[in-house]
């Protein structure tokens, strides 16, 4: 992942703004440690930090068209570059980027080609004929983006909160599948795929359709000039995922690389459940297994940096980003860059714990409409942030566009019978007492007398524990502003339910959590039993490989 930051129509041009946009874009050098670039034109500032991926000699941003006349900086991957490039034949491309095809398609279309883009990419594109711009955000947003206005009347774009927080009157997450256009001063929605209007599909499912799909967008990502690996949890979507790209890896540009064998890694706490099912995995695919731990204090002992990082004080997103935190500085140690990840499939398959009690097909799925909708401030923001945080890019296959439209497109009642081996989420599956252990450690920090008064003290997103009261704490310290505060997302929860899904269960209403196991009555370990860290999960009766 990169780092963007710009400021347009900005009404001081000084030598001092620059160095003010410069030191503001340093707060995101960790997304982008390889290359930093700057552009500055009539009140104009694009700025870039780059993680180098995809063309890593030549590809340093912002990037332009032939006569720079088009200048943008870009956060993310093209995976379709370079069909894209052979529909371009009379431009001149000067780099290998996968992100220079945007210049050259805005020449020809205009602002009409963002539906053209297959990959994950957040984007800032100035015209200097005019000096009007444009920004967007991919269909799901997997890439973070922010927007932000200044007293000054200028517009500022951020790939983190920390990259605008402190110079924008108002801002907000910039919404996914949208492109502003300074023409407009607005927003509209380029992305607009058939279920997201929530009518209930009636397709059959086609598990041949459905694999090529999978498949596809699983190949696509191999996509790199460095070295990768797979997130790997041993949980049934981690494990599709790396079982594709090992069998796929050899042939590719990648592997004559960097060698044929997948690499792999996990994290836990020692005996976590996690652990012991990656490295099943890991060798039945024979790939090349990094196992890592952390103990409980190792977590708690990261967690403002990792508030600081995700820019988020959501409970279930604090609690799974931490090892996910962790684990990425020591991906980072072996040298590898880029890695795939299995985030999505919950929410377009119904695979959370709690969609075992949907009434109907219909409100089954008309929550993975819901869930698909704000997945990016959660699991999209979890893994792009944490990895991020230590130069790592996370690729996720599960939101490909168009594994998405085949998914969704199927009749749900197909998804509500599926054979499985108990979900578990990933900040239960490291471990069970890590949860156990954010809530005695919050326990020491926030008194009874502090959450009698929580609701005067935050009135908006109120705590409803002394857990979720730590986490407001810590976020407000780094961003206090009432922006920041509404750009987290609220309401009650079971299991990483929306609040509407709340209604299946009457029981759920009196045990809010995120946890997997507040799902009571489906989860085979719910908070009742006593946990210990060596419990392991149930396993699917199968044997074999994937």
Same mark, same amino acid.
């Given at each position: 992942?990169?780092?963007?930051?710009?400021?347009?129509?900005?009404?001081?041009?000084?030598?001092?703004?620059?160095?003010?946009?410069?030191?503001? @874009?340093?707060?995101?050098?960790?997304?982008?440690?390889?290359?930093?670039?700057?552009?500055?034109? %009539?009140?104009?500032? +694009?700025?870039?930090?780059?993680?180098?991926?995809?063309? *890593?000699?030549?590809?340093?941003?912002?990037?332009?068209?032939?006569?720079?006349?088009?200048?943008?900086?870009?956060?993310?991957?093209?995976?379709?570059?370079?069909?894209?490039?052979?529909?371009?034949?009379?431009?001149?491309?000067?780099?290998?980027?996968?992100? $220079?095809? +945007?210049?050259?398609?805005?020449?020809?279309?205009?602002?009409?080609?963002?539906?053209?883009?297959?990959?994950?990419?957040?984007?800032?594109?100035?015209?200097?004929?005019?000096?009007?711009?444009?920004?967007?955000?991919?269909?799901?947003?997997?890439?973070?983006?922010?927007?932000?206005?200044?007293?000054?009347?200028?517009?500022?774009?951020? @790939? !983190?909160? =920390?990259?605008?927080?402190?110079?924008?009157?108002?801002?907000?997450?910039?919404?996914?599948?949208?492109?502003?256009?300074?023409?407009?001063?607005?927003? =509209?929605?380029?992305?607009?795929? *058939?279920?997201?209007?929530?009518?209930?599909?009636?397709?059959?499912?086609?598990?041949?359709?459905?694999?090529?799909?999978?498949?596809?967008?699983?190949?696509?990502?191999?996509?790199?000039?460095?070295?990768? &690996?797979?997130?790997?949890?041993?949980?049934?979507?981690?494990?599709?995922?790396? @079982?594709?790209?090992?069998?796929?890896?050899?042939?590719?540009?990648?592997?004559?690389?960097?060698?044929?064998?997948?690499?792999?890694?996990?994290?836990?706490?020692?005996? @976590?459940?996690?652990?012991?099912?990656?490295?099943?995995?890991?060798?039945?695919?024979?790939?090349?297994?990094?196992?890592?731990?952390?103990?409980?204090?190792? &977590?708690?002992?990261? +967690?403002?940096?990792?508030?600081?990082?995700?820019?988020?004080?959501?409970?279930?997103?604090?609690?799974?980003?931490?090892?996910?935190?962790?684990?990425?500085?020591?991906?980072?140690?072996?040298?590898?860059?880029?890695?795939?990840?299995?985030?999505?499939?919950?929410?377009?398959?119904?695979?959370?714990?709690?969609?075992? =009690?949907?009434?109907?097909?219909?409100?089954?799925?008309?929550? /993975?409409?819901?869930?698909?909708?704000?997945?990016?401030?959660?699991?999209?923001?979890?893994?792009?942030?944490?990895?991020?945080?230590?130069?790592?890019?996370?690729?996720?296959?599960?939101?490909?566009? $168009?594994?998405?439209?085949?998914?969704?497109?199927?009749?749900?009642?197909?998804?509500?019978?599926?054979?499985?081996?108990?979900?578990?989420?990933?900040?239960?599956?490291?471990?069970?007492?890590?949860?156990? &252990?954010?809530?005695?450690?919050?326990?020491?920090?926030? /008194?009874?007398?502090?959450?009698?008064?929580?609701?005067?003290?935050? *009135?908006?997103?109120? *705590?409803?524990?002394?857990?979720?009261?730590?986490?407001?704490?810590?976020? !407000?310290?780094?961003?206090?502003?009432?922006?920041?505060?509404?750009?987290?997302?609220?309401?009650?929860?079971?299991?990483?339910?929306?609040?509407?899904? +709340?209604?299946?269960?009457?029981?759920?209403?009196?045990?809010?959590?995120?946890?997997?196991?507040?799902?009571?009555?489906?989860? %085979?370990?719910?908070?009742?039993?006593?946990?210990?860290? !060596?419990?392991?999960?149930?396993?699917?009766?199968?044997?074999?490989?994937?």
């Amino acid at each position: 992942m990169c780092g963007i930051l710009a400021v347009l129509g900005c009404s001081d041009d000084s030598q001092t703004k620059r160095a003010r946009v410069l030191e503001l @874009s340093r707060r995101l050098k960790h997304r982008g440690p390889d290359w930093s670039g700057l552009y500055q034109r %009539d009140g104009c500032f +694009i700025a870039h930090q780059r993680l180098a991926i995809v063309d *890593p000699a030549s590809g340093d941003q912002p990037l332009y068209n032939e006569d720079k006349t088009i200048v943008v900086a870009v956060n993310g991957e093209i995976y379709n570059h370079e069909d894209l490039r052979s529909h371009l034949p009379r431009h001149k491309f000067k780099t290998g980027s996968d992100c $220079e095809v +945007i210049a050259h398609l805005y020449e020809e279309y205009g602002e009409n080609f963002v539906n053209m883009l297959d990959g994950m990419f957040s984007f800032v594109l100035l015209d200097t004929h005019d000096n009007s711009f444009i920004s967007a955000r991919d269909a799901i947003g997997i890439t973070p983006l922010y927007i932000g206005w200044a007293l000054d009347g200028s517009v500022w774009v951020s @790939s !983190e909160l =920390k990259g605008l927080n402190d110079e924008c009157e108002h801002f907000e997450v910039f919404p996914p599948g949208h492109l502003f256009s300074s023409k407009t001063g607005g927003f =509209k929605r380029w992305y607009n795929p *058939p279920w997201f209007n929530e009518t209930i599909p009636s397709a059959p499912y086609d598990p041949i359709a459905l694999r090529h799909a999978l498949e596809s967008a699983v190949i696509k990502r191999l996509m790199t000039d460095v070295p990768f &690996g797979v997130l790997l949890s041993g949980g049934l979507d981690s494990s599709l995922v790396a @079982s594709i790209a090992a069998r796929h890896l050899s042939g590719t540009k990648a592997a004559k690389l960097w060698g044929a064998q997948l690499h792999s890694f996990s994290v836990g706490l020692e005996g @976590s459940p996690d652990l012991k099912a990656a490295a099943e995995v890991a060798d039945c695919l024979g790939t090349v297994h990094h196992e890592f731990h952390f103990s409980v204090q190792d &977590g708690i002992d990261a +967690i403002e940096d990792v508030i600081y990082h995700i820019e988020t004080y959501d409970v279930t997103t604090v609690r799974a980003s931490t090892p996910m935190f962790l684990m990425a500085r020591k991906i980072k140690s072996l040298g590898v860059k880029m890695v795939i990840s299995g985030e999505g499939a919950d929410e377009i398959f119904g695979g959370y714990l709690y969609f075992h =009690k949907a009434p109907n097909k219909e409100e089954f799925h008309r929550e /993975t409409c819901r869930k698909i909708k704000a997945i990016h401030l959660y699991d999209c923001l979890r893994a792009n942030k944490s990895t991020s945080a230590w130069g790592v890019e996370a690729r996720v296959p599960f939101l490909d566009k $168009e594994f998405i439209n085949v998914v969704m497109s199927i009749d749900p009642e197909m998804k509500m019978h599926i054979l499985y081996r108990q979900k578990e989420q990933f900040s239960d599956g490291v471990g069970y007492s890590w949860i156990d &252990g954010l809530k005695d450690h919050a326990e020491l920090h926030v /008194t009874d007398k502090m959450m009698l008064n929580a609701s005067h003290i935050y *009135p908006h997103n109120t *705590p409803q524990t002394k857990e979720a009261y730590y986490y407001r704490m810590t976020f !407000e310290q780094f961003f206090p502003q009432n922006s920041a505060i509404l750009t987290v997302p609220g309401g009650a929860s079971v299991a990483c339910s929306t609040a509407k899904a +709340i209604e299946w269960d009457a029981a759920w209403s009196n045990h809010l959590d995120p946890s997997g196991r507040a799902a009571l009555g489906v989860h %085979d370990s719910a908070y009742e039993v006593n946990h210990r860290p !060596e419990l392991q999960r149930s396993r699917d009766s199968g044997s074999g490989c994937f």
